[in-house]
């Protein structure tokens, strides 16, 4: 409380204040007291003058009257005053006090000087003669309107001095007393205000810190008792506001925290305010090390610093947004929305971008586009040989009947190409529209496996080559759809006997590992560059088109292979060495069996 700095300076000037007031006061009583004495022995020095004025004249008038100067002495001694009688030229004529021939010229006298040019002169001064202080008053003697000489009045002024000095001496004493009660008595007023003033700063002070919750005691009524309520009213608001405030901010941090797109903000000075870490993991940076700092510093993507620069400028409106599409590195694209950011006011105080990663989608708009070019093509071609040869039977009217079968034979594979085609693409688009859970129920994979292989034997054999099975005697239950297993198989199966030359072998594999079951089918046939092996299972890709058209293939019998797979919640992988052979290895998941003896995916 006594600490308190306002207290004191509040104190100091009140102080100051009281004192300067006691001083003024002081000696403002003092000097009219002063100055109402003197004239009060000025008047009475008057009086007393005009007292020995007519005697003064008749004695200047017929000079050498010896009783003349002990009348003066008489009536000095009688009222108690000086009195002193001068010629025009100076000379004491007569003194109550003195000698008069001990007395030197008078003339130049200040009280006498005044009275020649004013009628009445005054003086206080040392009396050399008396070793006192004295007041003088000096008046004119006149006759016939001739100045004679003057009469002068004197009185000792020690008796007022020392009653002056009493007085002063009762004045400084009150004015100490006065001040001393006063500045007590501002003491207490000082802190009967600064107290409560003292409690608000430290509320004040534990608001700052976050602590909402104290609150000014509530016992007076006057201003500073409104203050205080006031001032409780204003914590129980801003506590409130907090509270929304932190709701709002862990909303929104969530909201941002969980957004797939990247957000990043900033200032107007372009420093970064807020990245998620969604941004953070697009951009390649650590958004906590980027707080604070210019975002073309952290961020080396000038298209994003260029974007955020032109919303800073202002070049889009509230309701617009900036955007660009961009390439971050290989095989990543983005797509960025930038607006300005602007106060209550309207003023534009940052900038906030959105980050979209639009790679998946470049990505499948590639594979719609090879699709559509590959699908094209694919069916252009059987298309294009079936209206030639059926032109060629219109127009030529006497072709003999062996071309003319040759021809319509051509035509047959051709549709029946065009017709696997078609189909492949049903089956394709039936097995991406499905959703992850597989229709079907359980079933033996190992006798699709021993059953696929069977049927494919007789075509391996015509062909000169060996299939052999190694299939595990337990069986392998599997949750699915069987047909789709089947033709999984058969495209396989189909797809090494097309490649392995006549001589060649291959053998199917089917084990349980844990809960999977794996699949193998290996070939020894012409094998698959390693730059082919990451694409063979896409639609319509063939790694020597010119023989894959040669032996019938469509291009979509290992894209269905994988969709198959990929609908079991399963995989297929390749391993191939080129003039070696292939083997494709197919995972699915074993199905597990409820209490009911229910199978269980």
Known sequence: MFKSRILWKLYAGYSALIVITTVIVGVLISGRIESDTLDEIRQSLNARAAMLKKASIENLQSPGDPEFQAHVGALGDEIKTRLTVIRADGTVVADSEENPEDMDDHSDRPEVVQAQSRGVGTSVRFSDTLKVRMMYLALPLEADNKLLGYIRTSLSLTGIDRRLGHIRSAVAWSAVLSAVAALVLGLLLARHFIKPLSSMTVVAGSMSRGDYEQRLPMTRSDEIGKLSKAFNVMADSCRQRNETIVTNRNRLSAILGGMTEGVVAVNADESVLHMNQAAGELLGVSPEECMGKPIWEVVRFQDISEILNAALR??????????????????????????????????????????????????????????????????????????????????????????????????????????????????????????????????????????????????????????????????????????????LMSNLLDNAVKYTPQGGRIDVRLRAAGDQAVIEVQDTGIGIEPRDQARIFERFYRVDKARSRELGGTGLGLSIVKHIAITHNGSVTVDSTPGSGSTFRVVLPIASTRANGQPQE
């Open 314 to 487: 202002g070049l889009t409106g509230p309701q617009d947004d900036l955007q660009i599409d961009a390439q971050l590195k290989k095989d990543q694209f983005i797509e960025v929305h930038a607006s300005p950011l602007r106060d209550g006011q309207g003023e534009l105080v940052g900038a906030v971008v959105v980050i979209h990663d639009v790679s998946e989608v470049k990505k499948l708009a590639m594979v719609r586009r090879e699709f559509v070019a590959n699908a094209s093509h694919e069916l252009k071609t059987p298309i294009t040989a079936i209206r030639g040869l059926v032109e060629t039977l219109i127009d030529d009217k006497d072709l003999d009947e062996s071309k003319q079968d040759r021809f319509l034979g051509k035509i047959k594979d051709q549709s029946m190409r065009l017709s696997s085609i078609v189909g492949d693409l049903l089956t394709l688009s039936r097995l991406e529209s499905k959703s992850d859970d597989t229709e079907g129920g359980p079933f033996d994979l190992r006798q699709i496996v021993v059953s696929s292989v069977r049927t494919f034997s007789q075509m391996g054999a015509e062909q000169g080559i060996v299939i052999e099975t190694d299939a595990t005697d337990d069986a392998v239950n599997i949750m699915g759809d069987a047909a789709a297993l089947r033709q």
